[in-house]
C-alpha cells in the first residue's frame, strides 16, 4: 500500500550526520514535513541541522520510553534511523560497542515505535552493503549474508530484527541496505574524504613535485552514491515498500579506490600516483561491494541524478569551504 510523506511529521534519527542531513533538508525542503532531529552529537553536527526542523538531543542507547514520549509529544508518523556507529575500524576495537548502537540500540528504536500512542505509518531502517560477502559483480538482495566485521554483523541482526517484526506483530518497518555515499557534510574518515586531506595537504605545502604520492589500504572495488540522491530514493521508498523486506540502495556503479584516487586528483589539480600502505590494510575485506537495484527498481521511480564525478567536486568544494578540513 503506497503511503504519502507530504506534509508529515517525520523524525529523522541522526539527522545531524552526513547522510541524515541531506535527508532533512529534502524533507523540509521539496516534501513541506514538521522534522524533529534526534542526534547525540558524538560525529553530527548541530549546524547541520536545517533551520526549520526541530532538534532535540538524545541517544538511542539510551531511554527507550523517552523516546517513545518524545514520538507522541510530536505526534510522529514516519521515522528514518540513521544513528549508527559507521566507521568500520572502530568495530575491530570496539565489537560491543558497535553492535549496542547498531542493534540493540535500533531495536529500542523500533519497540518505541511500535509501543507508541497510535503506532506510525513506517520507519526506515538504514542497514548496509557490509553484510555482504565477497562476489564478482552486482549484488541482489538474494546474495549471501556474510558480514566481515562487527559492523556489518550488526547490521545483519537489525535486518533479520526488521524482518521478523513485520511477521511478529507487524512493525511497518522497511530496511534499506546502503551502499557507500558521498557528498557535503562528511562526518568520518572514510576513504574519499581521506584522499582529498592527503592531496589537500600537499595542495597547502606548494610543492612542485609530481606526481604527489597517496598512501591507501586496499584496492578494492566500491559503488557510491550521492548523499542527496540517496535520501530522496530512500524518502520514496518509505512510502512504496512493502513492509518486512529488504531493498539495496546504491548507483550500482562504481570504481576501484586507486581509479578514485587518480579522479580526485584530477579534479584537484594534481597528477597522483597511489602505494599501498600496510598500516592501511583491511584483515578481512570485501573486495566488490555493487549494489544490483532491481528489487528497488520494480518499487520506486526515482533514479540516482548525481554522476559520481560531480558528487566529488562537490565534496571537494565543501571541504575547501569549510577551510580545508573535515568535521570528525
Known amino acids: 500500500m503506497e503511503r504519502s510523506i507530504r506534509d508529515t511529521n517525520v523524525c529523522v534519527i541522526g539527522g545531524a550526520g552526513f547522510i541524515g542531513s541531506h535527508l532533512v533538508n529534502y524533507l523540509v525542503n521539496e516534501r513541506n514535513c514538521r522534522v524533529l532531529v534526534l542526534d547525540n552529537l558524538i560525529t553530527g553536527q548541530k549546524r547541520f541541522v536545517h ?107 537489525i535486518d533479520s530484527i526488521v524482518q521478523v517484526g513485520w511477521k511478529e506483530r507487524k512493525t511497518p518497518a522497511i530496511a534499506m541496505r546502503q551502499f557507500n555515499c558521498v557528498g557535503e557534510r562528511e562526518t568520518h574518515p572514510y576513504i574519499i574524504p581521506e584522499i582529498i586531506e592527503q592531496i589537500g595537504r600537499y595542495e597547502e605545502q606548494g610543492s612542485q613535485e609530481k606526481p604527489f604520492v597517496v598512501k591507501l589500504g586496499n584496492n578494492s572495488f566500491r559503488d557510491f552514491q550521492y548523499a542527496g540522491d540517496a535520501a530522496r530514493m530512500a524518502v520514496e521508498l518509505l512510502e512504496k515498500g512493502n513492509f518486512g523486506e529488504v531493498y539495496n540502495m546504491g548507483s550500482e556503479e562504481g570504481v576501484q579506490m586507486y581509479d578514485l584516487a587518480q579522479m580526485i586528483g584530477k579534479l584537484m589539480g594534481v597528477a597522483v600516483e597511489v602505494k599501498e600502505d600496510p598500516e592501511r590494510v583491511r584483515p578481512w575485506e570485501i573486495w566488490h561491494l555493487q549494489s544490483d537495484n532491481t528489487k528497488l527498481y520494480k518499487t520506486i521511480s526515482g533514479r540516482p541524478e548525481v554522476p559520481l564525478e560531480e558528487a566529488l567536486a562537490r565534496t571537494i568544494h565543501s571541504y575547501k569551504e569549510n577551510g580545508n578540513k573535515w568535521d570528525f
Open 51 to 157: 533551520p526549520k526542523a526541530e532538534f532535540v538531543w538524545f541517544d538511542i542507547t539510551g531511554s527507550e520510553e523517552q523516546l517513545r514520549k518524545l514520538l507522541e509529544f510530536h505526534e510522529i508518523e514516519y521515522i528514518f534511523n540513521y544513528a549508527a556507529e559507521p566507521y568500520i575500524p572502530v568495530s575491530f576495537e570496539r565489537p560491543l560497542h558497535v553492535f549496542n548502537i547498531n542493534a540493540f540500540a535500533a531495536l529500542k528504536v523500533m519497540n518505541a515505535a511500535h509501543e507508541k500512542k497510535g503506532g506510525v505509518k513506517g520507519i526506515l531502517q538504514v542497514s548496509s552493503a557490509e553484510i555482504y560477502g565477497n562476489t564478482d559483480g552486482k549484488i541482489s538482495e538474494e546474495a549471501k549474508v556474510e558480514p566481515h566485521s562487527t559492523y556489518g554483523a550488526s547490521k545483519a541482526a
